[in-house]
């Protein structure tokens, strides 16, 4: 059995200042540059969102320690929840610290392929320092295998970035979605910065500068920073390529586009506004242009602040304070360690048969086309085409199966009967995949996708096996 591929390759670990070129793109301190990327493969390799690849087999948790915000941006509003939406700043209930890190404890027992706590809201967590610094301390000092991970919007970051260093956060994202304050006026009402409220463009200014500052601090300091970014067409969807060139710039390691949410009963400005939010496809052009030398992030899930389990799978409620208060935790550091080696054992048996099977199949001139995949992870198709909740795409050409996105749906499957209003979403929604690849799937959705042209694979193998199998079928016809 096969899967995607779990080596990181060079592109995922070379950091901005190397790509501008120096001795090491000469040869000469090749040993040196490999170092430095085995080091910093390292530092990603087991983090869902810092490793594309890793997101198929380690989990990351949320803890929802930091009510407060101090920025007002016109696609949030904190006070909607619904225990079922995903996407930030969504919460069902704020913990205290130590409420957090029983929680922690509780759940690294349960899923011991976790291994990124991130403190990610629903406010911003750098404008309730207490709460979130006394969570990352208590964690780290009961289970010092979990990295730290945190998320802001910046404008509190130039004051924090030693403390950041100082307790081993390596990883931190800055919400960036825009270098040109005239175009962030229309994205941010107000920031409220030394306990004064400053409105449009001065406000906005003043975020500029600290996110600025942040990045070019956190360089300093050798942490790893990704930057998320809104995208919202008609107001920074063209600007994005040139946050993309500044970030890239200052040294950000990753840089994450995703889609606005929007929809009128968040409450939000731009839901109510009637503000879209850009399709699959202009998500993909946006991604595609930018990408150059840098990674970008494309298997982003918009989580939750409270958000559990593998990206993709949200196991949330199976956590709610009521359930974890009542559990033991079941923290071991030994069996984790374990679990997280029988991962990598078998993530590299399967690296190696995927590299003998794409050595078997060169298609020269191969085009490229795009196939549906129902997972619940680890790389494999294991998932029934009326369970899933979302499908993840892979464009597949004669050598390999590459992990581009994903789609979410309404599952198929209700209360045992196939909807078929639901299914002619999800048609829709796969529409430009010449497969779709299921454990099992059954006859009526088969002959409906079949009759839209979206061939039908049955499997439970990795995904790049079957994929690059279909691939080659196909392209015979
Ligand atoms: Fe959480 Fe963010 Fe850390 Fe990941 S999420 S704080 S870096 S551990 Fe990941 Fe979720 Fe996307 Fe964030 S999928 S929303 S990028
Ligand atoms: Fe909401 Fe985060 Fe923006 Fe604050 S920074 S308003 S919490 S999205």
Not at 346 to 353: E, I, V, Y
Not at 387 to 409: P, S, W
């Amino acid at each position: 059995m096969l899967q995607t591929n779990d080596t990181v390759t060079t592109t995922d670990v070379t950091p901005i200042e190397k790509i501008s070129g120096g001795c090491a793109s000469s040869g000469c301190g090749s040993t040196k540059t490999q170092i430095q990327d085995e080091k910093l493969r390292q530092r990603i390799a087991n983090h869902p969102c810092y490793s594309e690849e890793a997101h198929h087999h380690y989990a990351r948790m949320h803890v929802a320690v930091a009510p407060a915000c101090n920025i007002q941006c016109n696609y949030c509003n904190r006070k909607f929840d619904c225990a079922n939406e995903s996407r930030p700043g969504v919460v069902s209930e704020l913990l205290t610290p130590e409420e957090a890190a029983h929680k922690a404890l509780v759940i690294a027992g349960k899923i011991p392929q976790l291994t990124v706590l991130g403190i990610a809201g629903p406010g911003d967590p750098l404008a309730n320092p207490e709460q979130t610094f006394r969570t990352f301390e208590l964690i780290a000092d009961k289970a010092p295998d979990i990295k730290l991970c945190l998320s802001t919007n910046g404008l509190m970051l130039p004051e924090y970035v030693d403390r950041i260093k100082q307790l081993n956060i390596d990883h931190v994202t800055i919400t960036i979605n825009m270098v040109d304050p005239k175009v962030g006026e229309k994205i941010y009402p107000w920031v409220r910065y030394n306990r004064k409220r400053y409105k449009g463009i001065e406000g906005v200014k003043i975020l500029h500068e600290r996110q600025m500052e942040g990045l070019q601090a956190l360089k300093e300091a050798d942490i790893l920073c990704k930057v998320n970014s809104v995208m919202i067409p008609g107001i920074n969807d063209q600007h994005l390529k040139e946050v993309n060139e500044v970030i890239r710039s200052k040294g950000a390691f990753l840089h994450n586009i995703m889609p606005l949410i929007s929809a009128p009963e968040h409450g939000t400005h731009f839901g109510l506004t009637g503000q879209r939010g850009p399709t699959p496809k202009e998500l993909k052009a946006l991604q595609d242009g930018c990408s150059g030398n840098m990674k970008m992030m494309r298997h982003c899930r918009q989580c939750r602040a409270d958000a559990v389990g593998l990206l993709g799978e949200d196991r949330s409620l199976e956590f709610t304070k009521d359930k974890f208060a009542q559990m033991t935790p079941e923290y071991d550091a030994e069996k984790r360690k374990e679990v997280h080696a029988g991962i990598e054992k078998f993530k590299a048996a399967l690296q190696k048969a995927k590299e003998e099977k794409a050595a078997r199949k060169q298609v020269n001139n191969a085009p490229k086309i795009l196939v549906a995949v129902a997972t619940k992870g680890g790389g494999v198709i294991n998932q029934h085409f009326g369970h899933a909740k979302e499908f993840q795409i892979y464009e597949v050409d004669g050598r390999e199966a590459k992990f581009i996105g994903h789609r979410k749906i309404d599952h198929y499957c209700q209360g045992g009967y196939g909807e078929e209003a639901t299914l002619d979403q999800i048609i829709e929604a796969i529409s430009d995949c010449k497969a779709v690849l299921v454990s099992k799937i059954g006859s009526c959705p088969q002959e409906k996708l079949n009759a839209r042209g979206i061939e039908t694979v049955e499997a439970y193998e990795s995904i790049d096996t079957v994929a690059l199998d279909f691939y080659e079928k196909y392209v015979t016809k």
